[in-house]
């Protein structure tokens, strides 16, 4: 599997172009799966729920299953986060892993950077970052740079990145 990154701060417009990534490289024909970091609780399950029940009494992983999807919940109950490498070996093979997030992991990624946010630029201290997509022009000269929205050039850059 070919994997690739977008990482950026907060409001950055990191989602709006993984979603639009992932709408052009499956329109391409290939599979994609995506790896989304979050820092911060979140739940994906409903309280009320049996599966959400079955968690709540302790249950250490729960999968649920329809005819339209399944989805594996593991609690950690006080265990580390897995590591990066670990969670990416439970996906299915695909063409192509985006990974939202994960910054500080070794894996190539482009920059997603917008001037309002005020952030400074993540890409002039970590040679993983290979490109910055911003909504303004920026000064990073040894790296590739995209407007934010040029979402089929972004694709183009990470497919010969990755050799797809």
């Known amino acids: ?3 690739y990154g977008v990482t950026g701060w907060k409001n ?3 989602t709006g172009l993984m979603e639009r990534l ?3 490289f499956t329109a391409r024909g290939l599979r994609v799966s ?3 970091h979050a820092h911060h609780a979140f739940d994906i399950d409903q309280e009320g729920r049996d599966s959400y029940r079955h968690r709540q009494a302790g249950a250490a992983q729960v999968l649920l299953s329809s005819g339209h999807r399944w989805a594996l919940m593991s609690e950690l109950r006080g265990a580390p986060e897995p590591a990066l490498k670990d969670l990416l070996a439970r996906l299915d093979p695909v063409d192509l892993v985006l990974i939202e997030g994960w910054k500080r992991d070794s894996h190539p ?3 997603a950077w917008r001037a309002a946010a005020s952030n400074p630029l993540i890409a002039p201290g970590d040679p993983t970052i290979r490109a910055v997509a911003s909504d303004v022009p920026v000064d990073v ?3 590739a740079q995209f407007r934010l929205d040029d979402t089929v050039a972004i694709a183009d850059f990470i497919a010969t990145e990755v050799g797809l």
């Open 109 to 111: 990624k482009v920059e």
């Open 141 to 143: 000269p040894d790296r």
């Open 12 to 14: 950055a417009g990191k």
């Open 1 to 3: 599997m070919k994997i």
């Open 34 to 36: 995506t790896l989304k």
């Open 22 to 24: 992932v709408t052009e």
